[in-house]
T-cell receptor, first 111, second 111 residues
Framework: DGGITQSPKYLFRKEGQNVTLSCEQNLNHDAMYWYRQDPGQGLRLIYYSQIVNDFQKGDIAEGYSVSREKKESFPLTVTSAQKNPTAFYLC??????????FGPGTRLTVL | AQSVTQLDSQVPVFEEAPVELRCNYSSSVSVYLFWYVQYPNQGLQLLLKYLSGSTLVKGINGFEAEFNKSQTSFHLRKPSVHISDTAEYFCAVAGSYIPTFGRGTSLIVHP
């Protein structure tokens, strides 16, 4: 079955740690996206990538980093510079100009 | 530039009643319009989309939406809701490569 997966489903981070969230798709989509979701704020774009080895900052990129070494994979690292990382993180992919397909999400909590 | 406004943050309704979730957009180019649904602790799932053609679009789970270019609206409707329709609903516009999401409307269906 084609789809998009995220792991882990739940992640706990101690202050000062970097953590990496995984996102994999087998839909052969060129574009991939990372969103952060907080209650009452909808989806906010962190980073997006339209092609392998290229990515762009979204609206709230500070404290985050990404890589796009393979078409199928777009991992997100939450660095210690992100002061309030507790949130629900969603990864998505799309073919150009069409709807996005979302993963199930990762809930990150800072201890 | 493009933007989306979901006019209601919360819509309570009784089971079997009709419902309308409102969405207005702005964009300087031709647009693609989408409605997504999100159940608790899950990713977003596409309900329906407007790319071109008929302005009345039918989606999954009995939902439909009407594209109104003169009013720049894309309201979502269902003639009779069920308890299982309780969820968060997001409207999105994609005139450029990157879609813009509204802040979401929480549909709460009471028995």
């Amino acid at each position: 079955d084609g789809g998009i997966t995220q792991s882990p489903k739940y992640l706990f981070r101690k202050e000062g740690q970097n953590v990496t969230l995984s996102c994999e798709q087998n839909l052969n989509h060129d574009a991939m996206y990372w969103y952060r979701q907080d209650p009452g704020q909808g989806l906010r774009l962190i980073y997006y990538s339209q092609i392998v080895n290229d990515f762009q900052k979204g609206d709230i990129a500070e404290g985050y980093s990404v890589s796009r070494e393979k078409k199928e994979s777009f991992p997100l690292t939450v660095t210690s510079a992100q002061k309030n990382p507790t949130a629900f993180y969603l990864c998505a992919s799309s073919a150009q100009g069409n709807e996005q397909f979302f993963g199930p999400g990762t809930r990150l909590t800072v201890l | 530039a493009q933007s989306v406004t979901q006019l209601d943050s919360q819509v309570p309704v009784f089971e079997e009643a009709p419902v309308e979730l409102r969405c207005n957009y702005s964009s300087s180019v031709s647009v693609y319009l989408f409605w997504y649904v999100q159940y608790p602790n899950q990713g977003l799932q596409l309900l329906l989309k407007y790319l071109s053609g008929s302005t009345l679009v039918k989606g999954i789970n009995g939902f439909e939406a009407e594209f109104n270019k003169s009013q720049t609206s894309f309201h979502l409707r269902k003639p009779s809701v069920h308890i299982s329709d309780t969820a968060e609903y997001f409207c999105a516009v994609a005139g450029s490569y990157i879609p813009t999401f509204g802040r979401g409307t929480s549909l709460i269906v009471h028995p």
